[in-house]
T-cell receptor, first 113, second 115 residues
Framework: TQLLEQSPQFLSIQEGENLTVYCNSS?????LQWYRQEPGEGPVLLVT?????EVKKLKRLTFQFGDARKDSSLHITAAQPGDTGLYLC?????????????FGQGTRLTINP | ETGVTQSPTHLIKTRGQQVTLRCSSQ?????VSWYQQALGQGPQFIFQ???????GRGNFPPRFSGLQFPNYSSELNVNALELDDSALYLC??????????????FGPGTRLTVL
């Protein structure tokens, strides 16, 4: 079973600070996705990383896929209260079959004004 | 283009009852996946439907069943409800392209509470 472990599970910081969220696995993933989920809503895809070592930027958010494709990180620069939410990493497990997603347990981020 | 919709938004049931949750796929999507998200956890894959057939199943008992209709909408049925079934149930639609991965678009979910 391919598992994804996220850390930290909870993070509360002040507006303007920087933060990094980690997503780790002992297994190789063909790709990893990062989602953000607001209360009462489904997850919304932020980015997909596919190539080992890949770095993608989305405004103040920087996503990196590990060289071995077993881990990923999300770095937020100058966090704002609007960044508050549940951040989930997810990936399709190896092998053929249903295109299911394996999710991490999530990182609940709170940015205080 | 309408997104993924789910109904109802909230539901309260008692142990032993049965429940049916509904999902309308995004226009043009032929695949529906269902996930269970317990409070404070990430979503867990229940099963996927493609062309009205089950196309993979997660670690859920047979009392969790589903249907996909010709218009690609879908239902999730849960029999003999247990307290641990209380969760947010998410539906995600996608287009099966034959690639390793196709982006899944999630609905807002149905919050099920079992008393």
């Amino acid at each position: 079973t391919q598992l994804l472990e996220q850390s930290p599970q909870f993070l509360s910081i002040q507006e303007g600070e920087n933060l990094t969220v980690y997503c780790n696995s002992s297994s190789v993933f063909s790709s990893l996705q990062w989602y953000r989920q607001e209360p009462g809503e489904g997850p919304v895809l932020l980015v997909t990383v596919v190539t080992g070592g890949e770095v993608k930027k989305l405004k103040r958010l920087t996503f990196q896929f590990g060289d071995a494709r077993k881990d990923s990180s999300l770095h937020i620069t100058a966090a704002q209260p609007g960044d508050t939410g549940l951040y989930l990493c997810a990936g399709p497990p190896a092998g053929r079959g249903a295109q299911k997603l394996v999710f991490g347990q999530g990182t609940r981020l709170t940015i205080n004004p | 283009e309408t997104g993924v919709t789910q109904s109802p938004t909230h539901l309260i049931k008692t142990r032993g009852q049965q429940v049916t949750l509904r999902c309308s796929s995004q226009s043009g999507h032929n695949t529906v996946s269902w996930y269970q998200q317990a409070l404070g956890q990430g979503p867990q894959f229940i099963f996927q439907y493609y062309r009205e057939e089950e196309n993979g199943r997660g670690n859920f008992p047979p009392r969790f069943s589903g249907l996909q209709f010709p218009n690609y909408s879908s239902e999730l049925n849960v029999n003999a409800l247990e307290l641990d079934d209380s969760a947010l149930y998410l539906c995600a639609s996608s287009v099966m392209s034959g690639r390793t991965w196709d982006e899944q678009f999630f609905g807002p979910g149905t919050r099920l509470t079992v008393l």
